[in-house]
Nanobody, 124 residues
Framework: QVQLEESGGGVVQAGGSLRLSCAAS????????MGWFRQAPGKEREFVAA????????SYEDSVKGRFTITRDNAKNTVYLQMNSLKPEDTAVYYC?????????????????WGQGTQVTVSS
């Protein structure tokens, strides 16, 4: 079993920054790709960012490119999402997820373990 716990969400004004963390426990973390997804009220869950097992390769949803950065620290079993220049449309519950593979994916169905989510609210 793998447990994922997100933290770092909160309320921030537009233009501000937040850093989300996702701590993993249980089975091996370092060999697996990780992803961040988000779900806004009344909308489907969408891909935000993903990172390969090594941390060398990352991908982003178009609307967050240049503003968000995904990183990981395999020694700490933690993946991060640095969010800068936040916009009201970034308001959502953010989830981290583990993919049972070393390569990243933008497809939520490629991920098998999910955290409970952390709320991010950006005020205008």
């Amino acid at each position: 079993q793998v447990q994922l716990e997100e933290s770092g969400g909160g309320v921030v004004q537009a233009g501000g920054s937040l850093r989300l963390s996702c701590a993993a426990s249980g089975r091996t973390f370092s060999g697996y790709a990780m992803g961040w997804f988000r779900q806004a009220p009344g909308k489907e869950r969408e891909f935000v960012a993903a990172i390969s097992w090594s941390g060398i390769s990352a991908s982003y949803e178009d609307s967050v490119k240049g503003r968000f950065t995904i990183t990981r620290d395999n020694a700490k079993n933690t993946v991060y999402l640095q969010m800068n220049s936040l916009k009201p449309e970034d308001t959502a519950v953010y989830y981290c997820a583990r993919r049972p593979s070393g390569t990243r994916s933008q497809n939520e169905y490629d991920y098998d373990y999910w955290g409970q989510g952390t709320q991010v609210t950006v005020s205008s």
